[in-house]
């Protein structure tokens, strides 16, 4: 009875030993996963930054050529304003949006400037702007990959369970409204 006793204790203590690791593999990954997201939001935040650090040079250069187009100027301004005090991914996205539509507004009436348009840092600054674009459009992508893949996570078994108990959330995706 002994050998037997022994045996089920060890067989115990392994199941009770896997089980342990599972907890701790799926709770790992749930925080990693959690991780990556974040870090792909740090990435659209970089993106967004580095277009927002475009915009008052664009708009002192426009502004120079043309003093009396200060409607679009005063939205451009308020848009980007709106993006730097953005909270959320949702936050963010409208105030990219409105903002993106405003600078497309803007490039409308520098089309009545050739003197504008030819000007070096003009040119410049819209090559950087149009790369920051694609920039942003490929780290939302990337972003909204690990949000979709940390969504899955938290609804499927067993990381439902573990999600509720950590108190994790569904992510929002990074979203463009359609312009």
Same mark, same amino acid.
Do not use: C, W
């Given at each position: 009875?002994?050998?037997?006793?022994?045996?089920?204790?060890?067989?115990?203590?392994?199941?009770?030993?896997?089980?342990?690791?599972?907890?701790?593999?799926?709770?790992?990954?749930?925080?990693?996963?959690?991780?990556?997201?974040?870090?792909?939001?740090?990435?659209?935040?970089?993106?967004?930054?580095?277009?927002?650090?475009?915009?008052?040079?664009?708009?002192?250069? $426009?502004?120079? /050529?043309?003093?009396?187009? !200060?409607?679009?100027?005063?939205? &451009?301004?308020? =848009?980007?304003?709106? @993006?730097?005090?953005?909270?959320?991914?949702?936050?963010?996205?409208?105030?990219?949006?409105?903002?993106?539509?405003?600078?497309?507004?803007?490039?409308?009436?520098?089309?009545?400037?050739?003197?504008?348009?030819?000007?070096?840092?003009?040119?410049?600054?819209?090559?950087?702007?149009?790369?920051?674009?694609?920039?942003?459009?490929?780290?939302?992508?990337?972003?909204?990959?690990? $949000?979709?893949? /940390?969504?899955?996570?938290? !609804?499927?078994?067993?990381?439902? &369970?573990?999600? =509720?108990?950590?108190? @994790?959330?569904?992510?929002?995706?990074?979203?463009?409204?359609?312009?």
């Amino acid at each position: 009875m002994s050998k037997n006793k022994l045996i089920t204790g060890v067989i115990a203590i392994i199941i009770v030993i896997v089980v342990l690791l599972a907890i701790l593999s799926n709770y790992n990954s749930l925080i990693d996963t959690e991780e990556e997201v974040s870090k792909s939001y740090a990435q659209i935040d970089n993106q967004l930054q580095r277009k927002l650090d475009l915009i008052p040079t664009l708009v002192q250069t $426009v502004q120079e /050529y043309a003093a009396y187009e !200060k409607e679009a100027i005063l939205t &451009i301004t308020t =848009s980007r304003e709106k @993006l730097v005090d953005a909270k959320t991914a949702e936050d963010a996205a409208r105030a990219d949006a409105e903002l993106t539509t405003a600078l497309g507004k803007l490039l409308v009436i520098v089309e009545n400037y050739p003197d504008l348009k030819a000007n070096t840092q003009y040119t410049q600054l819209m090559d950087e702007l149009a790369g920051t674009e694609n920039r942003i459009a490929v780290a939302r992508k990337d972003y909204n990959e690990q $949000v979709a893949m /940390y969504n899955k996570k938290i !609804k499927r078994f067993p990381g439902f &369970i573990f999600a =509720s108990m950590m108190g @994790l959330d569904e992510k929002h995706y990074f979203t463009a409204e359609e312009q």
